[in-house]
């Protein structure tokens, strides 16, 4: 009956029913089936979206739009522009960059992804990228809105597993570091191949400085949120309220590039894609309830440890897990259902909690970009007007980058656990 | 008929998933103050916070199937369009039959839960489940109103 | 979710720091007629893990195999209210529940969250000896849910990262992160603190990061959750006494022939004694244990409370009156 289950799963998925109710569905059909009385569908839809650390999605997919709309992320690109705007592939370096900067700023890959999008691709279309090139940037580059803090994914594997929200955030700041430096190598690699030419103005520091300063409202965003959350004024969730604050004062008052008209739109879409987000959430934990029900995650574990016991492998293997499912999965019903799956192997292992979520994180963040399916991979497509498949065939190299950037983090942990295990 | 019921349904369900979201914020913003100005706290703002949550979710979900902006993965479709008038009728089924489902067991679910009272505001856990059969219901009206019409084409458009 | 991190009532949520999480349940299920679910929110390395095999053990051996008891911990079929509904709808036979989310189902359950009720373990014990406890457990019944074995856990002491607590005084203005619970929270508000709204996990970051001052747990929990890595001071305030239940669906136990439902009760019952007396015993080494992690004990005369908490009183009594107040007070 298992079988069954996952069965009717994919075809409802490969028919194109939305994806929170194909799990839901077959999650209710195999209920009926297995007579449980089905009032548990009610709750567990319920208690899915019945957890306090989900509240930083809508905050931060708020807060992401605000900026967006107040003048906070344009900013943000000036400067990458004045940094690096001149070299070979200079828009492309820029996006990247900026998506760097923006991660600093939000703590949700959609809204990156959205602001990036935006902004970037028609400017790069503009300057004769190719439209699925451009795409694919903004696609691949995104997703670390959730690697470097503040943080969406590390605030709910947090609550999932227990481990300290602040260490995931100080290990967040390297891996993010890494995977931006990985993509910025391709991205240049790939823009000398095919002749994309930078601005080819010299640096002129001048310029750099009137960026800076022009850019230091929304700079100072990372030091109130993360300092609110290490000075410990406010949690890790609360900090989205925060930012959704700050993006309001600043858009409003400072910038004057939020209008109150503004508002009432933005705050609907950004409650649509939130409810969007967290209807697949909700149904996970459905589906993840019947995986329990049956024992699935003893089962897994146990055959995961029969292959082997050697951490580094079994790292390997749950990396290819992670990377398979976040090919179909969203970042969110993945944390739900793998995280309490794998989580008593890698404790077992003696591997850092720390360092095990920033390996989930990571891979979930490429799972955005992969096809077929992938939240920044849509949202890209659909801001770019290129088709999925062109954007997905653009990013091949990129996803590489992406993959050689998580096997550093998963081999040479020292790379990402530095602040916390020290220099000794 | 049907159309407009679902076209009111819809302006009403956005109002109220703005003012959900608007709820929270303020509502934590307010918590954050207090505790950290006032040595204050306010001990139900993290349950009323998840409330509006839960609520702005499924009345949102409903939203996004009457426009269709629920997350799909449409590869087949992608690939070869002309599949759409087929896939289409399928989708609709599952989503109507999931959406009757959720009210029949919603209804149920009411009956038990109806008696339990939450644990910091007290208020009865029926009228916070009430939310999802009464979404459940939203979404057939949508989906009723789409019967007789082209499929709705998935939220993308290609050059 | 079942898997969600959210709040947990005595802070079950946080990292389960054990080595020993992969045990494979092999048991060898084939000759059980019953074969039950146990659920509950704790981690494995707890006493309610514990506690929970122990049931099982009894159960199993008292009939004889024919009931065959699955345990899932660490809140894999949910939180404490989760449970709770799930034995509601007879989806789960078992719980393992800590005492106060059980008054939102039976709100007169709550009576033994009242602050400073019980004088000490012998307090304690005798009630759970007297037939003031077959009045009590009988609360939950109308909720269809049959409360049968009782673990006393222990009084929960305030911790903070300040000063030692010594007098009612030094609580006043303290920012502490309490349970779930109206009654608690009357009560902490009574003797001057502040208390806050959070879910565990981030209550633990906040009190890592100072955003709140205290929070207040039984000494197993204290150690088990680690909060010595970000507190410095346990005071041995025990303003309120908890207690874990062993629960079942009413309308699943109503089916079971009677010789197992009788090992039911019995199991629950005598597992429910074992554990308050190894609890009431290791309440010391679970001291020694903090000590050693670096934290600081200091014994609080409790004496002090007397007359303290005459609104959470009043206001119990206005809603449920005072008639098994009385007799749980009375119990000498
Ligand atoms: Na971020
Ligand atoms: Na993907």
Partial sequence: MVTLFFALTIVLFLLGVPMAITIGFSSIVYILLADINPMIVVQRLFTGADVSALMAIPFFILAGNLMLTGGLAQRILDLANSLIGRMTGGLALVTILGCMFFAAISGSSIATAAALGTLMIPAMVDKGYGRGFATAIVSNASPMGVIIPPSISLIIYGSLSGASISDLYLVGVPAGLIVGISLLIVVYLISRKRGYKGTDEPFKFSDFLRAFRRSLWALGTPIILLGGVFLGIVTPTESGVVAVVYAIIVGMFIYRELKLKDVWGIFLDSAKSTAIIMFIIANAALFAYILAYENIPTAIVSSVLSISENPIIVLLLINIILLIFGAFMDTMAILVIVVPMFLPVITAMGVDPVLFGIIVVVNTAIGMATPPFGATLLISSNLGKSPLVTVARESGWMLFALIVALLLITYVPYLVMFPLWGFG | ?159 | GGYSGKSSVDGTAAADDNESGTKIPAADTSGATYKLRLGHQSPEETNVQVYAKLFKELLEEKTNGDVHVEIYPFRQLGTDRELLEAMQFGTLEFGIINGPPISGFAPETAIVDLPFLFRDWNHVKTFLDSDVKDEYTALTEEANLKMMGIMARGFRHVTNSKKPIETVEDLKGLKIRVIESPVYVNAYREVGTSPQSMNWSDAYTALEQNAIDAQENTLDIIHDENVAEVQDYVSKTGINFVFSFIMASKQEFDKWPEDIQQAVLEAADEAGKEMTTRNEHNEGEFEEKLKAKGMEINDFDRSQFEGKFEDTYSSWKKEHGDNLLKKIQDIK
């Avoid at chain 2, 159309?3 to 914020?25: E, H, Q």
């Avoid at chain 2, 934590?28 to 103050?33: D, G, P, W, Y």
């Avoid at chain 2, 008696?115 to 009865?124: F, T």
């Avoid at chain 2, 916070?128 to 007789?148: D, E, K, Q, T």
Wanted: glycine share 4%; proline share 3%; net charge positive.
């Fill in chain 2, 1 to 159: 008929m049907i159309d407009k019921i679902s076209y009111w349904l819809d302006a009403a369900s956005k109002a109220l998933i703005v003012s959900f979201l608007t709820i929270m914020t303020v509502v934590l913003a307010i918590q954050i103050v207090l505790r950290y100005f006032f040595q204050m706290g306010i001990i139900w703002s993290d349950e009323l916070a998840r409330f509006a949550m839960i609520a702005l979710v499924y009345i949102g979900a409903a939203s996004a199937t009457r426009d269709n902006s629920h997350i799909t993965v449409s590869i087949f479709e992608d690939h070869k369009p002309s599949l759409r008038k087929w896939f289409a009728p399928i989708q609709w089924i599952v989503m109507f039959v999931y959406s009757i489902c959720l009210i029949k067991f919603g209804f149920d679910t009411l009956k038990v839960v109806g008696a339990q009272s939450s644990a910091n505001m007290g208020i009865s856990m029926g009228w916070i489940y009430a939310v999802i059969p009464l979404s459940a219901a939203i979404m057939i009206v949508h989906l009723l109103a789409r019967i007789g019409k082209r499929p709705p084409a998935i939220e993308k458009e290609e050059i």
